[in-house]
């Protein structure tokens, strides 16, 4: 049993910064960001495979978000640059689930955070 705590969300205006972070009571091979709006189906961020540090990312946040890990603390961190108001969301952590699964599949994952609200305003 792997427990996952969000933290780091809040309120930041269009195009600015914030970081969250994922603290995990154990190790993972494979820990993920996602998110949900009000009304939408939840969706990958992006994912990191902690052994390899092989990193992918959805299209939608591709070259703003960043995911880096500190494996010392097994916590993984989601960078978000140049926000934007399609970016307000609930954002969860998760991971595990069966190796070689699709990383991009929510449903493919078996422990997740209680997540953090993040609101971008214009």
């Known amino acids: 049993q792997v427990q996952l705590v969000e933290s780091g969300g809040g309120s930041v205006q269009d195009g600015g910064s914030l970081r969250l972070s994922c603290a995990a009571s154990?190790?993972?091979?494979?820990m993920g960001w996602f998110r949900q709006a009000p009304g939408k189906e939840r969706e990958v961020v992006g994912v990191i495979y902690t052994l390899s540090g092989t990193i992918y990312y959805a299209d939608s946040v591709k070259g703003r978000f960043t995911i880096s890990q500190d494996k010392a603390k097994n916590t993984v961190y989601l960078e978000m640059n140049s926000v934007k108001p399609e970016d307000t969301a609930m954002y969860y952590c998760?991971?595990?689930?069966?190796?070689?699964?699709?990383?991009?599949?929510?449903?493919?994952?078996?422990?997740w955070g209680q997540g953090t609200q993040v609101t971008v305003s214009s």
């Open positions: 154990g190790s993972s091979y494979r």
């Open positions: 998760a991971a595990g689930g069966t190796t070689g699964s699709a990383w991009y599949e929510a449903l493919n994952y078996v422990y």
